[in-house]
């Protein structure tokens, strides 16, 4: 029977949809959302009402998911208002010409590959349709890279979800031929089948004129992208990066094919602790602080420029074991863990820097963890 899109249409496949959502969100990340039913094991909330959502089956069985609300079904939007921040959209365009995609996620055993555009595809189309013309989203900075190559924007700072962690907004401009174009998205062939939407594109870089760049090194030559990291750290970044210790341009260049920047901000929490997550990321610009639920009022580490973390994430694959959060506003790198295995798995030589590389820091901080560890214990014996 193969992979099939469809609505969710019946009790049954909402339902099925719902407990996907938990299987991934709950078993898979690790996370706690405040709307999980965890006796039933679903996952599913007041919008849920309101909007569509898909599935992807498979054999009768969901294997992906992905909802789209229509602004103008909303009763009350002061909640999309205040996540999306998205007050200068509704004042220039009417409620009807705007919608919101979220629930966006995949089986591991599919990702990775194209099926995933089948779901955006099919829900783009309906947004077509509807006749929108903007359409909101988040995503985690991990999959930034991945949402812009589809055509959607940065727009506004990040924020912290208590539920989803740190979460950057994002925009599409669902007729802007140009920027499907520049970006190469799967999706441009759908979008020729509407006229260009030159008016959407003339408010966004009139309100968001910080926005207008792309700071992913997919869709920037290797020598540009380099450049943008050097105007962060403000030097070579082959020799102020601990990472990059001991490689060269080139070597740098491949590990970083799927890299972005992302700038954060005073109080940010870039890391959550519990989470399962192997981004790794790099510390260009600012200050962050490491620290432990456990020990809230004991600082672990702190990260300055060229320092790396996330590594235990990367490394192991277990659960995040430390908070990070920023302690100033911060230029940071962040690289895909998956990209970073594979890079591993094809180059033994850049593999053995890498670990290294990402060793030496880890150390470090055991390092002085057993101090305080033993600092501790010596004071309570001696007490």
């Not at 939407?197 to 920037?220: C, H, T």
């Amino acid at each position: 029977m193969g992979l099939q899109v469809r609505l969710a249409a019946t009790d049954e496949e909402r339902e099925a949809v719902f407990r996907f959502r938990y299987r991934v969100y709950v078993d898979e990340l690790c996370l706690n959302p405040r709307e999980a039913e965890h006796r039933e094991k679903i996952l599913h909330d007041g919008l849920d009402d309101i909007g569509l959502s898909y599935g992807l089956f498979e054999d009768g069985k969901v294997v992906g998911s992905l909802r789209i609300l229509f602004f103008e079904d909303v009763d009350d939007l002061d909640p999309l208002i205040k996540k999306y921040n998205c007050k200068p959209a509704l004042d220039a365009f009417s409620e009807s010409a705007i919608c919101a995609t979220s629930r966006f996620m995949l089986d591991p055993n599919l990702r990775g590959g194209r099926v995933i555009l089948k779901l955006m595809s099919a829900v783009f189309r309906d947004a077509c349709k509807r006749g929108a013309r903007l359409n909101f989203g988040d995503c985690s900075p991990h999959i930034l890279p991945f949402y812009e190559h589809l055509g959607y924007r940065r727009y506004t700072r990040a924020y912290n979800d208590t539920s989803y962690g740190y979460k950057l907004p994002i925009l599409m401009l669902i007729r802007d031929l140009e920027r499907f174009e520049q970006v190469r998205s799967p999706l441009l062939r759908i979008a020729r089948e509407q006229d260009n939407d030159q008016g959407a594109r003339d408010w966004f870089e009139k309100i968001y004129p910080d926005y207008l760049g792309i700071e992913s090194a997919s869709f920037v030559s290797d020598e540009a992208f380099f450049d943008m990291l050097s105007a962060c750290v403000g030097q070579d970044p082959l020799h102020s990066v601990s990472l990059f210790k001991g490689m060269g341009k080139d070597d740098v260049a491949g590990i970083l094919k799927t890299a972005t920047l992302i700038r954060c901000h005073n109080g940010d929490r870039i890391i959550n602790e519990g989470e399962r997550d192997n981004t790794l990321f790099v510390m260009l610009k600012g200050v962050a602080e490491v620290f432990s639920n456990g020990a809230a009022d004991r600082t672990v580490a702190v990260l300055a420029a060229g320092d790396t973390f996330g590594e235990i994430g990367l490394v192991t694959e277990l659960a995040r074991s430390a908070n990070v959060v920023a302690k100033s506003d911060c230029e940071v790198l962040v690289i895909s863990g998956d990209f970073l295995q594979r890079c591993i798995q094809q180059d033994p030589e850049i593999a053995a820097r890498l670990l290294l590389n990402l060793s030496c820091p880890l150390a470090e901080r055991l390092s002085v963890t057993t101090s305080h560890v033993m600092a501790n214990a010596t004071s309570s014996l001696l007490s």
